[in-house]
Nanobody, 129 residues
Framework: GVRLVESGGGSVQAGGSLRLACVASGYTLNYAYACMGWFRQEPGKEREGVVTIGRDGNTRHADSVKGRFTISRDIAKNTLWLQMNSLKPEDTAMYYC?????????????????????WGQGTQVTVSS
């Protein structure tokens, strides 16, 4: 089956940076209909979309992270990345990697968790002021 494993979380001060990684197995990033994304969730709150990437590399960012977070992928390593710069205390959350199929050219997944069928276990990011 599909397995997604996140890493790279940790504790940083406001203004710092972190780079999250998501290694996929049983799921090929360059599969014709593959799309992925990063989501985050605070305790007691709904999971929210951070950024998604479509089959052709187009991206959709949440307004709160535009200009600070960048999604990228290394197909050879079957790895999805999330570069997070200028971190703020409000970025503190558990970050999840997500994947789905059924993505045709030009389709960009919405920042909605229901749009994704595969999830990792998450990695904690804590930003202190």
């Amino acid at each position: 089956g599909v397995r997604l494993v996140e890493s790279g979380g940790g504790s940083v001060q406001a203004g710092g940076s972190l780079r999250l990684a998501c290694v996929a197995s049983g799921y090929t990033l360059n599969y014709a209909y593959a799309c992925m994304g990063w989501f985050r969730q605070e305790p007691g709150k709904e999971r929210e979309g951070v950024v998604t990437i479509g089959r052709d590399g187009n991206t959709r960012h949440a307004d709160s992270v535009k200009g600070r977070f960048t999604i990228s992928r290394d197909i050879a390593k079957n790895t999805l990345w999330l570069q997070m710069n200028s971190l703020k205390p409000e970025d503190t959350a558990m970050y999840y990697c997500a994947a789905r199929t059924g993505c045709s050219n030009g389709f960009l997944p919405p920042l909605q968790s229901w749009s994704f069928g595969y999830w990792g276990q998450g990695t904690q990011v804590t930003v202190s002021s």
